[in-house]
């Protein structure tokens, strides 16, 4: 089996690389420890219950409650969703507490009262033992100086930092007896410290239960092995029964939202066993980087998502080059209960060859269904479809008990997944994938623009550029970049733009095709010009070659590199229902490998599975179960009975939609979902229909929907905007509000993005208000969408929006479309 993604621009080994997966040598259960993020949420409700619960969080990092160095990310505020999505535990950054950073250094005497009142709140919450205390933050370069190399100094600070350690652990422990506490946590791994420190902390009573210490470094990729071994060989010689690690700051932005950078990171935390937290340059609310506004999956959250569903234990995987910087790495698991193997690689450009040896033939038989996915680099704020699967293969199992399955073409930015289950009786169907080709700006035809480099491994810090390259500087009236493209057949294609737009308002382009009539290409704001996006546009050619010119409209957009793909037929997806999450104890029937390749999952009566799909907009799409018998599929609320191979008319909000499925008993293959988003048969009330009271008011607006929106809404009881909506029947309905706002605090931190979300409280007709969080839009003239269940009755609904203590965001306009269409 050869799989050949699309064409990139990159070189390519000549020989296929070799990375081998050995299912006879266990490193122990998957533990999912390195999927954690420092102020990964920023409120309760961003990121949005859909992104967070598939991921299964063991960990985060957060601010404590009413700490002054960010304006949100507060620990027991955002404790809310992340324990209701199934979180593990939080840790504390006490010294958040402070506004300034570095941290103004007031002395042990002004701290200390900040850390009772942070350990009394904490120790008053119901989940009081998720939380873990994280004391200092970085002393190697705050308050204490360890870094410094003059040997002298380095014990004068050393042993103040210890005296104060000893202090603030006793004093947390004071307060709450079982408080479980972390550190040193270090910028950088130091033996110099962790030597004494563990000394000091064994003798004194005063051990941490968690070792933290951070991997800020693109040569952490190469050095972390050495430093896990080091510190651990530390722990034997002082006489430390093994810590639990938590590497609780990992990762540069060149890496984060980049699946091919993801997956070097994951696999050597994973192999490890230890946890890990993202790290945190930008903004909160959006997992460092990996869930587009507040519900859509990036390229990155998909790498995340196939992580989460690892199950078993992780196996030993030989890459090409070990511990090297920006090379082909991978993570392997068996679960031998499911019968399934699986493998996620990425990090290099070229050909490779997965080779699975031992391969159990109790567990998998003679033959293999192999099944290959891609999840491509999108965006920081590019959203990103299910991953396209790439092939479906049956391949026999060799006399040596080995499978080998040939990638071709990787992309280093891309991750990918093999899957491995038991062949069945009939072929699988095979992939569909359509032709495609990428072109990078910096190598197109620029006129009055500057190439830029970005993310190298000398600038790790950078961010994350398709090539390393792209164009800015696009701020003249002749601006442009013109792209020499060849297509190989005539029809539709989809043209997909990665951009940064840094205008702080919607910026346009003007597109045109062979010198053609321009049209305008609208791009959303992003966070700046390298915090890359993407804009989806339709476009028809005619086979052979064609010049796709991007020019300056009416402000200055940066372009990156632009995708181009054959549209051969409605967007569809299979979700494999063996690859669902579970719950219950569902049994896998692989008799048969026919339709999507990976057999049946068999539920029966107290079984669960939940199907992560994606919808590009908010929006009706066909949904079909292909089961045996009829299942119970469960969405926002409502409930429907799905007969097999029936289509359903669902009401899916954009991005990331659980459906969870049940019945007595049937075999189900997979959830097929198909469409656009249609519209037809919502209800839509622009912001001018709505009787608007206490000083809210309507704002004339060139980006509006109807040309106004509703301000100044909220910040008394009395400032509210109510709509009336005629329900064609009662039942479960999505109330689609469609909302700008863009609420910052500027703290002088150069490397963070300090936005704060606003809240409404939303009553429908005579129902308890619901209190709904929405995330910052980057500027007051992008408007996004945030989804919110609702019932109404037929006939007339009032849906009232207000906020007593605070402003609400401001509302162009609201859509209600029925869950069941």
Do not use: C
Request: hydrophobic share 35%; proline share 6%; charged share 20%.
């Amino acid at each position: 089996m050869a799989v050949t993604p699309p064409a990139t621009s990159h070189a390519a080994p000549a020989d296929p690389q070799r990375l081998t997966v050995d299912l006879s040598a266990s490193e122990g259960p998957v533990m999912l420890g390195a999927n954690g993020s420092l102020y990964g949420l920023s409120d309760d409700g961003v990121p949005g219950d859909a992104a967070l619960e598939p991921l299964k969080l063991t960990s985060i990092s957060q601010k404590p409650e009413g700490g002054a160095q960010h304006p949100n990310g507060d620990a027991l505020t955002v404790s809310k969703s992340f324990f209701r999505n199934g979180g593990g535990e939080i840790n504390v950054m006490m010294q958040d507490v402070y506004a300034k950073w570095p941290y103004e250094d007031l002395g042990i005497d002004d701290y200390l009262p900040r850390v009772d009142k942070i350990v009394e709140a904490v120790s008053a919450d119901p989940n009081s033992d998720r939380f873990v205390y994280i004391p200092f933050n970085e002393p190697d370069q705050i308050w204490y100086e360890l870094g410094v190399e003059d040997q002298a100094q380095y014990e004068k600070n050393r042993d103040r930092f210890l005296g104060d350690w000893k202090t603030v652990h006793h004093r947390i422990r004071a307060i709450d007896p079982d408080a479980r506490i972390a550190g040193p946590n270090e910028a950088a791994y130091h033996p110099r410290l962790l030597r004494d420190f563990l000394a000091f902390a064994k003798r004194e009573d005063v051990l941490p239960q968690v070792m933290t210490w951070h991997e800020l470094d693109s040569g952490s990729l190469r050095d972390f092995q050495a430093h896990y071994d080091d510190y651990r060989q530390l722990e034997r010689a002082a006489g430390v029964p093994p810590l639990r690690i938590s590497i609780d700051e990992y990762a540069n932005r060149r890496d984060l939202s980049v699946p091919g950078q993801l997956v070097q990171w994951v696999s050597m935390f994973e192999r490890n066993k230890v946890y890990a937290n993202m790290a945190y340059w930008d903004a909160a609310g959006n997992l460092s980087g990996h869930v587009v506004r507040s519900n859509v999956p990036n390229g990155g959250w998909w790498l995340l998502r196939w992580y989460a569903g690892l199950t078993g234990d992780t196996v030993k995987v030989t890459p090409p080059r070990p511990n090297t910087v920006d090379t082909l790495q991978a993570l392997a698991s068996l679960d031998t209960s499911r019968r399934q193997a699986q493998v996620l690689l990425g990090g290099s450009d070229g050909d490779a060859d997965v080779v699975v040896r031992h391969v159990p033939r109790s567990v998998f038989g003679r033959t293999v269904t192999a099944t290959v996915a891609e999840a491509a680099w999108s965006g920081y704020e590019g959203q990103h479809a299910a991953p396209r699967v790439l092939a479906r293969t049956e391949v026999r199992v060799a006399d040596d008990g080995s499978v080998t399955v040939p990638l071709r073409g990787l992309h280093r930015m891309s991750a990918y997944r093999v899957v491995l289950t038991p062949g069945g009786s009939a072929s699988p169907s095979p992939a569909s994938v359509p032709w495609s080709a990428s072109y990078e700006a910096e190598d197109a035809a620029i006129t009055d623009g500057k190439v830029h480099t970005h993310g190298t491994v000398h600038n790790a810090n950078g961010y994350a550029a398709s090539g390393t390259k792209d164009v800015g500087s696009l701020d003249r009236p002749g601006s442009k970049v013109a792209f020499s493209v060849t297509v190989p057949k005539d029809g539709m294609y989809d043209l997909a733009i990665l951009y940064g737009n840094q205008s702080g308002g919607p910026a346009t382009q003007q597109l045109s095709i062979d010198g053609g009539d321009p049209v305008t290409v609208t791009y959303p704001s992003t966070e700046n010009w390298t915090y890359r996006a993407r804009k989806d546009v339709r476009i028809r050619l005619r086979a052979g070659e064609h010049l796709l010119t991007l020019a300056k409209g009416d402000a200055e957009v940066t372009l990156d590199r632009i995708d181009l793909t054959a549209r051969t037929a409605a967007d569809s997806t299979s979700y494999e229902a063996t690859l669902a999450d579970i719950s219950g104890r569902p049994s896998y029937d692989y008799s048969s490998s026919a339709g999507v390749g990976t057999g049946a999952l068999v539920l029966r009566t107290g079984d669960k599975a939940v199907f992560d799909v994606y919808a590009p907009r908010d929006g009706y799409y066909t949904v079909t179960s292909r089961a045996t018998a009829a299942v119970e599929l469960s969405l926002h609320g409502e409930t429907v009975t799905a007969a097999p191979d029936h289509p359903l008319r669902l009401y899916l909000l954009a991005g990331n939609n659980r459906l969870a499925m049940t019945s007595g008993h049937a075999a189900v293959r997979s959830l097929d979902v198909s469409g656009d988003g249609s519209t037809t048969g919502t209800l839509s009330r622009a912001g001018a229909s709505a009787t608007l009271s206490g000083g809210a008011r309507l704002v004339d607006s060139p980006h509006a929907f109807a040309g106004s929106y509703i301000g100044r809404l909220g910040n008394s009881p009395y400032s509210t905007a109510e709509f009336t909506v005629d329900a064609p029947r009662s039942g479960r309905y999505l109330l689609v509000v469609h909302y700008a706002h863009d609420d910052r605090r500027d703290n002088g931190h150069a490397y963070n993005t300090d936005i704060m979300s606003r809240t409404a409280d939303v009553t429908v007709g005579s129902a308890a208000p619901l209190k709904v969080t929405f995330k910052n839009t980057w500027s007051w003239d992008d408007y996004w969408t945030v989804g919110v269940p609702v019932d109404l009755v037929k006939g007339a609904n009032k849906v009232t929006f207000g906020n007593a203590s605070a402003w609400a965001p401001n509302i162009d306009r609201i859509e209600l479309g029925r869950v069941i269409g």
